[in-house]
């Protein structure tokens, strides 16, 4: 960069840089960096732009910027990415929490919650997410939902690590375990399952986005030959609870809906639902034991 050049400069040549070099959304990766450098967001980066780029800031800038060029994703640079309003520690242990999962969130939550309605005794809906990672979706329903007993698990010790660090900085207790999808809750009562499991089709993985297959981690991305592995040993898993959940949730890769429905209606579930993103891309599939 220039040794003399006002915030909207660097921001735009940085933008440039990225475009050229073939980074998608080159602007909004753009501002990401920026705004952690600086330690601006919001109306305070853009009342800064015409101001000059802080001169003890410039090696980070270009640091990070370089770091961009070479497929690492901004959000395992600044370590964090926001999911439902909150800002959630990442590292390259956990998948980075995306958009569409925050549509599972909110499905879960308004299903448990008439759930609660409707049971009759007043204990607690235990909820479970299988396959944590940085803890996103449990910390998410655990806030929405401070009455429920939310667990989660994840095969990863370090991926646990991480959401436990997000538990402690958002305040929101979880019981965390380690193991293999459900496993760790054998012989335990679960109200509403929830996951978001590996679903990427084997063959598949190498055409990903660079910054997907070389940065984040495998096992939160393979799924097996035809990326369904994962849902079918929670479904085969589910024998080692005592009952059937009455909710069950997953979200799930493009075009794999009608199995993923196949399989929860064999399972036991009498009402599936399947919900599309903002883009109408079949990504979660739902079921509500009747009985």
């Not at 959304?25 to 967001?41: D, K």
């Not at 439902?84 to 969130?105: D, K, M, N, Q, S």
């Not at 035809?226 to 009455?246: E, H």
Request: hydrophobic content about 45%; overall charge negative.
């Amino acid at each position: 960069m220039k040794p003399e050049q006002s915030i909207r400069e660097a921001y735009v040549e940085a933008s440039s840089f990225l475009s050229a070099h073939h980074v998608m959304e080159p602007e909004s990766n753009s501002r990401l960096l920026l705004e952690w450098v600086l330690g601006l967001e919001g109306s305070a980066f853009y009342m800064a732009m015409f101001e000059p780029f802080p001169y003890d800031k410039q090696s980070l800038w270009q640091e990070v910027i370089m770091r961009k060029v070479s497929g690492e994703p901004a959000q395992y640079i600044i370590g964090e990415q926001e999911f439902y309003g909150e800002r959630f520690i990442v590292t390259p242990a956990v998948l980075i929490p995306r958009p569409e999962t925050e549509l599972l969130v909110e499905a879960i939550v308004k299903i448990g919650q008439r759930l609660m309605v409707e049971r009759e005794d007043q204990s607690p809906v235990v909820c479970a997410d299988i396959g944590t990672g940085s803890g996103a979706i449990a910390l998410t329903i655990a806030r929405m939902c401070p009455t429920w007993q939310v667990w989660a698990s994840d095969i990863s010790p370090d991926a646990l690590a991480v959401a436990k660090q997000n538990s402690i900085q958002q305040q929101t207790p979880i019981s965390w375990h380690e193991g293999n999808l459900l496993e760790p809750f054998a012989g335990q009562h679960i109200d509403i399952l929830v996951s978001n499991p590996p679903y990427i089709p084997d063959a598949d993985i190498l055409a990903l986005q660079p910054e997907v297959k070389d940065y984040e981690p495998m096992t939160a991305l393979a799924g097996g030959p035809d990326g369904l592995g994962p849902y079918r040993m929670m479904m085969t898993q589910l024998a080692l609870l005592p009952a059937l959940p009455k909710v069950i949730g997953f979200e799930l890769g493009i075009g794999q809906a009608q199995d993923v429905a196949d399989m929860v209606r064999v399972a036991g579930y009498e009402h599936i639902e399947i919900i599309a993103d903002l883009a109408g891309i079949e990504r979660h599939v739902i079921g509500i034991k009747e009985s």
